[in-house]
Every structure is written in C-alpha cells, then in structure tokens.
C-alpha cells in the first residue's frame, strides 16, 4: 500500500527530532462499535452536527449538502457507504470536512470524534482486516496499533474516488 | 528588457485601441472631414505604435508608423479620405488584429510584414505631392517617437515641443526675471535612442551635465521625478535658464551615450501657456498607457487653439470646432482587476452577510437591548449596500462586446453585395462580466444571419416597395431582472414552408408532422442541429451549425432565445438573459416542509385552485387556467416528500412558463421573494435534473434551487 511504503523509505529513526518527522498523525473516529483512523493531513474541518439539506435523487449515503463559511458542500454517511446501519445522530455525531485536492471539499459524518493519536511506521500494519462488511474492508489501508487498541486506517482517496 | 509582466495589459489595451480605430474609421467613413474623429484616430494609431515600439513588436510597430503618418497629413489637410483609403485602413485593422492574436497565442508578433498595406499607405502619403511643407502638426505627432523610419520627418519633430509645456504664474515669473537680468531661455528637446536600456539614467547625465553649463532647469516635461522613474517615451522637454549660448547645452546634452538628438531653441517667453489655459490637461496622459507615450499625449489641437504659433494648421484644423474640445469627456477613470479577484471578495462578502445573519438571529432574543440591536441593524445595512456594490463591480455595459458589429456589416455588405445598415441602441446595458464574455459568438452569429439570409438583395427590396438599404437592428434594454437583446431586421422573414421542406429533407421531421405543424414549431426547427437553410455554403452564415449553437450558448447562460417573424417583413431574434449568473430572484417555497427557490424569471403565476377542478387527461393530471389547459406537477412526488395535506381542498399551484409551455406545479406553502446568490452542489453530487443548484438563506440554511425549464 502506498501509505506503508511511504513510511519504508523514510530514514531510520536516530535521534528524537528524527522521530517527530517520520510519525504521522490520525484522527480516531468511531462508527458503531469500530473505530478508525482518517490522516489528519486530509481533513481540513470538524463541525457540529447540524443542519443538512437533503437532496432528491441521489444515493442514500448522499445525505444533503450543508453551509460551510458560504460553500455548499455535500456531506456523506460513512456507516450507509460502509454497510453499517443508518446513522443515529447523538451529541457526539460531527461532520467531518476532508479535503481532496482534485475534488473539492466533501463532509462525513461519524459517530463521535475520540482523539488524535500518533503512530510510527512500525506500529502501522498493511494488512486488509478480515471482519467487518465487504464494503468497509474496501476502504481500509491499514491496521494500527494504538497500544493494545487496534484502529483500521481508512484510504481517503477510495472513499472519495469511489463512484459517488 | 523585459516586458513579458507587461504582455497582459499591452493585449487589454491594444485591443481596446483597435475597437476605438474600427469605430472611429467607420465615423471617419459617414464624416470624411470631422477634426475630432481623425485626431482620435490619430492618437490610438499613436498609443499603438508607441506599445508596439515598447514591447518590441517592429512589424506591427511599422505598420501603425505609417499608418500614423497618413492621418497627420489628413489631419494637417494634405490628404483627402476616401473609400479606397478607408478599405485600406480597415485591412491596416486586421492586420494588426492578427498582430495581435499572433502575440496573444504565442507572445510574438508573426512574420507577416504586411508589406502592401505599407506599400498603399506610403502612396498615400506620396500622392499627397513632395513639395508640400511637412505637416506642423507632425512634430507633436511623431515627437514621441524616434523610429528610423520617420526620420525624413523627424528632423523637425520636437522642435517645439517646449511651447507646448504649461507654466504656472511662479514660473513664468521666474523665466521673466531671469530675462531681465540678462540670462536666456532656452527649450530643449533630448531624444534618447531606442535601444537605450537604462532611460533614466541617460536622462539623469542629460541633466547634470546641462547644471554643469550652468544651466537651469525650470520646467521639464515629464516632471523630474517621472524622468527618473523613467516615465517618459524617448524623448523629454526641458526649460533652461541659462547665460551660455544654447549650443553649448546643447553639445553637452549630445555628449551625453545613446542620446539619439537634441534640438533646442530659445522660448519666448510672451507666448507661452499658463497652465489654466488648457482646457483638459489631465485627459490625454489619462486614456494613454503607461508604457505608451504619455508626454507626446496631449492633443495637438488643443494647444492649437490656444494659439501656439508653430501649429497653424492644426489650429487651422481645430478652428472649425474649437468649443467642441472643451466638452470633451475624460476618458473613465478605470483600473483593471482580475475577475478572480472581484470572485474572491464576492464570497467574502456573503461570509460576512451569513456571519451578521447570525448575529441577527443571536440578537433577536435579546429585546431588551436596544443600543445593540441598532448596531445590529446599522450592520445590516451596510452589509447590504456592500453586497450591492460588489454585485455592480462585476457589472459591464456590452458596448465592448457589441463594438466590433457596425464594422462586420460594413465588411458584409461589400462581400455580399447587399446594401445594409445596422443600428444599435442601448450599448451601455449592463450584463455581468461573465455573461457579457459570452454573449458576443451569438449575436454575431444572429446578425450574420440576418446579413446573409434576411437581408434581400436590393433589387429584390426595390421590387417589394421596400428602402434599397436593408436595416438591422441590435437592442439591447433592461426589463426587471432579465437583459433583452433583439436582432430585429426588416428582410425576407422566415419562409415556414421553406423551412418545413427542408426539415423533412434532413430527416428531422416526417411530411406528416410537417402538416401538422404550427407556424411556430416549425420556425423553431431552426434550432434544431444539423439545419440550416442556406443553399449554399457561405463563410458567412455557417455550415449548419449555427443557431443550434446559439441556442445552446444561450440557455448556457441560463438565457433564452426566441425569433418571430413574418414572412416577407422581417424577422426579430430576442435573447433574454439574467441580469447576473451570480444572482437571481426567487420564490420561495416550501414542499413537504423542505425550501425551495423557483426563478421568478420562469414563473407566469400563482393560483388557487380547488382539487375538484383536477381533470385527467391521459391519466394525467391537468388543470383549466382561463381557458387554457396545463399539466399538474406534484413536485413533492418527484422529490420523494409527503406533501401538507390540502387546507380545505385548496392548492396552491405556481404557474411556470417555459417558452410557449406552461405547467403548474403544487406546492405547500410560500414563503415570498428573495434575491440568493447561486452555489453549485459541487462534484461529489451528479447533476440532478431537475435541481440547477443551491443557496445560502439568510440563517445560514442551503435551499435548492428548481430548475422549472427541467420540468416541463
């Protein structure tokens, strides 16, 4: 994967400074029971649940478009694209911004939104998970390992680039 | 040097030149002897040669020197216009046109050398008979320039040029007490060689080495500081005081590297100008470039009438008009800002309408404080009035888009062998920018076929009891919130049958549709791909691509077009567009609780109407309006609501319009009009049909937008 290969060619750790450069950051996001991980590099805003308007004729993981500093920016159901269940919007529901340079900007929504944690290259795995739907196995790039907590790292680039 | 940062505003502005010559010939051509009209001409022949000279483009820079020296013989009276020069002058146009395009594809100028163009001109010049004294306005008209061609010419150019400096009282009383005290006065007229590189610094040796010679320098045009800023052409003016005989400043201003020349003379100090004797100083250098010759700018006639004694004949020129320069109007005080700049300040101003929205609804639980509730409305308004403003930014009349028209029907007159004549009204109709870019490829389109297919030939008009000349009109008005453009032209009309017959050639409609077919349907076939009625193939009216294309650019724009048009009368083409693409009015409505903005452009109506008065047709759903019969939507079906019951069995039904076709479409509940600013949904989101895109509402809220033309 290319994520992994990135994290091959960099230099070996030496000193600490050296350290700080070669980890990389990710986002902790549950959905259901599963959390994730989303490279901190792609997201580009963390909102509050609010409103969304829906749009007719589109895929039920459409769900609308919303307000964003003056953009109409379409917001997506990473559960409904991912096979889970329909999202129950709570208080810790947020809408996470990604940004992907070709595309434009596009919302997800998520459970809740734990913390930021840091991974080094030899606490990222790139193996396909086994569990979980079929569809959500197409978006994960990678395990990592948190501690004794295991996050599945999502690929950014295949959610988006999926046919939408 | 280099003058690539430069390219952008030497294409903007030559090609404004270019529409300013094209205009100015074609007036030239009704008014063969208007003063204004040729010293207009004159002075864009002379930007242009001076930018071309600039940035480096000889050819095109030898070809507007030529074309420059003719109109200062026409101007000084050496030289008759007539049609053959106009021809000329029209090629000379395109010629450079294509100078131009060539630099604006490639940044260089081509290799055409146009040389019997340049050949014709310098007939021209030589008919006018070699014994004539060389034009006394040439001096003002050349000074500018150091070009080797006008070299025969320029030997007397500049020579009084200092008489053309205006003085303030201080300084004139400056210049009469050094003559009393015994001291001359000199002007001089330094020339620095075009190929000079650093012109400020020879300018600067020019001066301190006239200092050495004790000279002293009262008056310079440009003022000093733009001399060292290197704001001036080739050349500079300057008033000396000195007590050394002229040519030894003169000598020592000459010694000075790549000084082309230096002419001088001394000034008589009774005839010089006091500065508020010129009517409009500040209009010349204004409408010039930068980089064009701002020094050499100010109009020769003006200093003329004010009786400069080495300018006779243009004062001559100018004498018939004298009260006609000082209503001039001052070329408009514009600077040019990308349009990516005005986009950008556009958002930031509907972040900040959204963010003081905010405030409003925050504030509006509050009701006790009234001092904050009227900085809040204070807010609001300017808010507002800052939106409006940067609305009217993108705002630009269509004259320069429309400009270029009177000249294509010149062009096609001669080449169809018609005789025609076109007339415009309301060039200065405001579009936005972005609309007014894209409306010129079809109203070309429209005219030329009026030109080619409306337009009988004179013969034929003669035998119709109709004027030789066939007259083609472009209107273009305001009417609420939409800009109507007619092309209305009073030719042949619209032969329906003609059109039938041909359709049914090509294959897009059977014999029996045809029969069956109104008038109107079958006019509209015209936008039908693939049509197009011309016996022949012209280059003038296209190979059957051609109002399709229109209409598609058009409804592009989210405009419409529609033609009407009887037959052996005359045919008038209107295109109706929104005022802005950014920006329009809207109704409000709401279906099954979710808001919707339909364009008030497309709404006819709003009924009442009771569901008993449902009818079906073909188990359709239709109403009765007024003896008209339209079908029923029931918008909340396509858009996957339930919709509000009913209130007692009354509906509420928006009538929409598009073209001849009408339709009624039930909604909840209205919510009134509101002017939004159109968002696109975005990439993520495939086009939706009948959704044309979104918009912010006041409280922060996204609300689509119906696209009604989609429904019907």
Redesign the interface.
């Known amino acids: 994967m290319e994520l992994s290969n990135d994290l091959k060619n960099l230099p070996a750790s030496g000193d600490e400074t050296k350290i700080v450069k070669e980890i990389f950051q990710y986002i902790v996001i549950s959905l259901g029971d599963e959390d994730f991980g989303i490279d901190i590099n792609y997201i580009d805003n963390i909102l509050r649940m609010q409103?969304i308007?829906?749009?007719?004729?589109?895929p039920a993981y459409?769900k609308?478009?919303?307000?964003l500093?003056?953009?109409?920016?379409?917001v997506?159901s990473l559960r409904l694209k991912m096979g889970l269940s329909e999202d129950e919007i709570g208080r810790d529901t947020r809408i996470i911004i990604l940004k992907v340079e070709s595309?434009?900007?596009?919302g997800v929504l998520v459970d809740e939104v734990k913390e930021v944690i840091k991974l080094s290259e030899d606490q990222i795995e790139s193996t396909t998970p086994e569990g979980g739907t079929p569809e959500a196995r197409k978006f994960v790039s990678a395990v990592g390992k948190n501690g004794d907590q295991l996050i599945s790292i999502l690929d950014i680039g295949t959610i988006?680039l999926d046919d939408? | 040097m280099d003058v690539s940062q430069y390219l952008e505003i030497f294409l903007d502005e030559t090609n404004e030149h270019l529409q300013n010559l094209n205009k100015q010939i074609l007036n030239l051509e009704q008014n063969p002897e208007d003063a204004d009209t040729i010293n207009e001409i004159f002075r864009a022949a002379h930007s242009l040669k001076g930018m071309a000279g600039t940035m480096g483009y000889k050819r095109m820079q030898n070809l507007t020197h030529d074309m420059e020296n003719v109109f200062s013989e026409v101007r000084s009276g050496n030289i008759k216009v007539g049609p053959d020069m106009i021809d000329t002058l029209f090629q000379c146009l395109d010629a450079l046109q294509e100078y131009t395009d060539n630099i604006k594809n490639s940044s260089d100028e081509g290799t055409n050398e146009n040389e019997p163009l340049i050949k014709l001109l310098n007939e021209y010049l030589e008919g006018k008979g070699a014994g004539e004294a060389p034009a006394a306005a040439a001096p003002a008209a050349s000074s500018g320039d150091a070009a080797p061609a006008s070299d025969s010419k320029s030997s007397d150019s500049g020579n009084d040029k200092w008489n053309q400096i205006k003085f303030d009282d201080s300084q004139v009383k400056v210049l009469g007490e050094a003559l009393k005290s015994g001291m001359k006065v000199y002007g001089i007229n330094v020339t620095v060689k075009e190929s000079c590189i650093l012109k400020a610094a020879r300018a600067f040796l020019v001066l301190k080495a006239i200092e050495e010679k004790g000279g002293e320098i009262v008056v310079s045009n440009p003022s000093s500081q733009d001399i060292e800023d290197e704001k001036f052409d080739f050349d500079f003016t300057l008033i000396v005081i000195a007590e050394c005989p002229l040519d030894d400043l003169i000598k020592a201003a000459s010694d000075v590297s790549e000084i082309e020349k230096v002419v001088g003379a001394p000034v008589d100090v009774d005839k010089i100008h006091l500065e508020d004797e010129e009517p409009a100083p500040a209009a010349a250098p204004q409408e010039e470039a930068p980089a064009a010759s701002a020094p050499s700018a100010p109009s020769p006639a003006v200093p003329a009438a004010s009786s400069a004694p080495a300018a006779p004949a243009a004062a001559a020129n100018a004498a018939g008009k004298p009260a006609a320069k000082p209503g001039k109007p001052v070329v408009n005080r514009t600077i040019r800002v990308d349009i990516e700049k005005l986009d950008s300040l556009m958002?930031l101003v509907?972040?900040l309408i959204?963010a003081k929205n905010s405030l409003v609804s925050a504030s509006s639980g509050s009701a006790e404080n009234n001092d904050f509730n009227e900085k809040i409305e204070y807010l609001e308004s300017v808010t507002t009035n800052l939106h409006e403003s940067v609305m009217k930014v993108r705002m630009v009349p269509i004259e320069n888009t429309v400009q270029k028209f009177p000249r294509m029907i010149r062009d096609l007159n001669k080449k169809l062998g018609k005789k025609m004549e076109l007339y415009m009204t309301g060039e200065d109709t405001e579009l936005d920018r972005t609309v007014v870019d894209e409306i010129g490829d079809p109203l070309m389109h429209l005219l030329r076929n009026s030109a080619d297919h409306g337009i009988e030939s004179a013969e034929i008009r003669a035998e119709r009891g109709k004027p030789e000349t066939g007259s083609i009109f472009l209107d273009a008005y305001q009417e609420g919130n939409n800009v109507i453009i007619e092309v209305r032209d009073d030719g042949n009309g619209i032969d329906v049958e003609a059109v039938k017959n041909k359709a049914i050639e090509k294959g897009v409609i059977t014999p029996e549709q045809a029969a069956a077919m109104a008038d109107k349907d079958a006019i509209n076939l015209l936008f039908h791909p693939g049509f197009s009625t011309a016996k022949e193939i012209t280059d003038v009216s296209g190979r059957g691509v051609g109002l399709d294309v229109v209409k598609s650019k058009i409804e592009a724009l989210s405009g419409e077009v529609s033609v009407k048009s009887v037959l052996g009368e005359g045919s008038t083409w209107t295109i109706r567009l929104p005022l802005t693409l950014a920006i329009i009015q809207t109704l409000m409505v709401v279906v099954g609780g979710?808001k919707y903005a339909i364009s008030l452009g497309s709404i006819e109506t709003i009924e009442t109407i009771s569901e008993k008065d449902i009818k079906f047709v073909e188990n359709k759903e239709v109403i009765n309006l007024r003896g008209q019969v339209l079908p029923l939507i029931r918008i909340n079906e396509?858009?996957?609501?339930e919709a509000k019951p009913p209130v007692d069995g009354m509906l509420t039904v928006v009538i929409v319009k598009k073209g001849d076709k009408m339709a009624g479409i039930v909604v909840d509940e209205l919510r009134g009009q509101q002017e939004i600013v159109i968002?696109?949904?975005?990439?993520?989101?495939?086009q939706?049909?009948f959704?044309s895109g979104?918009t912010?509402l006041g409280d922060?809220?996204?609300?689509?937008i119906l696209d009604t033309n989609a429904l019907l």
Do not use: C, D, H, W
């Open positions: 409103q308007t829906r749009v007719p004729k589109v459409l609308g478009v919303i307000n500093r003056g953009e109409v920016i379409p997506m595309e434009g900007s596009i988006n939408i | 958002n509907s972040e959204i979710e396509l858009i996957e609501v968002k696109s949904l975005g990439k993520y989101i495939k939706v049909k959704i979104a912010i922060g809220e996204v609300a689509l």
